[in-house]
C-alpha cells in the first residue's frame, strides 16, 4: 500500500520561501497512472489544492496561489517537492502531500500532514 | 471556481442511528464527486469517488448518491470509528475544491 510522508521546516519567517518534501513508499513517483498533489488545511478552516504534477514534469497549480508556487519531481529519493514563495501569515496551515489517479483526478491516498507556521 | 457548500456544519447522531450528510455545487460537477473522511491529527481518508462509489476498504454502510450539484453522503448505521469531520470535493474543474466539511459528532 503507498504511504506518503511530509516533512520540512514547521516555521517560516514573513516573506520568505516555505520548502516541503513528500516522501512517497510502496509506490512510485515515475510512475504514469499517478499525479502527485500539494494541499493545505489553514487552522479551523476547510482544504485548498494547491497544485500537482505529473511524472513528466506537468504542473498544474491554483490560479490563486500560482504566481507564488514550485511544484517538483525527484525520480532518484522517489520525491516530490513544494516552495512557496513570499509567505505571509495567511499561508499558515496544515499541508498534505497526496496522490492522484491519473484520469481521474480525485485523491485516493494523503500523507498524514504537516503544521507550517509563518510567523517572525 | 466551483463552491463547494455542505450542510449542515455539524450533525449530533448517536451510535447505531443513520446520518446523511449534504453537498451542493454551485455549478454542475456530472458525477466528478469524491467524499473523504478526516479524524483529528490525520490526513483525509477517501470514502466515495464517481458520487456513488465506495473506495477500496470503506464499509458498505457507506452510500452516496446524487449528480449535477446535489450530492448525498449517507451512514446508515454509524459506528464509533465513524464521527469524524467528511468533506466532499469535486473534480470536474480545475481548481478542484472542497466543501466546508460537516462534522459527525456523538449525540
Excluded at chain 1, 499517478?34 to 498544474?60: A, D, F
Excluded at chain 2, 450539484?69 to 464521527?83: A, G, K, W, Y
Amino acid at each position: 500500500q503507498v504511504q506518503l510522508q511530509e516533512s520540512g521546516p514547521g516555521l517560516v519567517k514573513p516573506s520568505e520561501t516555505l520548502s516541503l518534501t513528500c516522501t512517497v513508499s510502496g509506490g512510485s513517483v515515475s510512475s504514469s497512472s499517478y499525479y502527485w498533489s500539494w494541499i493545505r488545511q489553514p487552522p479551523g478552516k476547510g482544504l485548498e489544492c494547491i497544485g500537482s504534477i505529473y511524472y513528466n514534469g506537468n504542473t498544474n497549480y491554483n490560479p490563486s496561489l500560482k504566481s507564488r508556487v514550485a511544484i517538483s519531481v525527484d525520480t532518484s529519493n522517489n520525491q516530490f517537492s513544494l516552495k512557496l514563495s513570499s509567505v505571509t501569515t495567511a499561508d499558515t496551515a496544515v499541508y498534505f502531500c497526496a496522490r492522484k489517479i491519473s484520469g481521474l483526478y480525485f485523491e485516493d491516498y494523503w500523507g498524514p500532514g504537516t503544521l507550517v507556521t509563518v510567523s517572525s | 471556481e466551483i463552491v463547494m457548500t455542505q450542510s449542515p456544519a455539524t450533525l449530533s447522531v448517536s451510535p447505531g442511528e443513520r446520518a446523511t450528510l449534504s453537498c451542493r455545487a454551485s455549478q454542475s460537477v456530472s458525477s466528478n464527486l469524491a467524499w473523504h473522511q478526516q479524524k483529528p491529527g490525520q490526513g483525509p481518508r477517501l470514502l466515495i469517488y464517481g458520487a456513488s462509489t465506495r473506495a477500496t476498504g470503506t464499509p458498505a454502510r457507506f452510500s452516496g448518491s446524487g449528480s449535477g450539484t446535489e450530492f448525498t453522503l449517507t451512514i446508515s448505521s454509524l459506528q464509533s470509528e465513524d464521527f469524524a469531520v467528511y468533506y466532499c470535493q469535486q473534480y470536474n474543474d480545475w481548481p478542484q475544491t472542497f466543501g466546508q466539511g460537516t462534522k459527525v459528532e456523538i449525540k
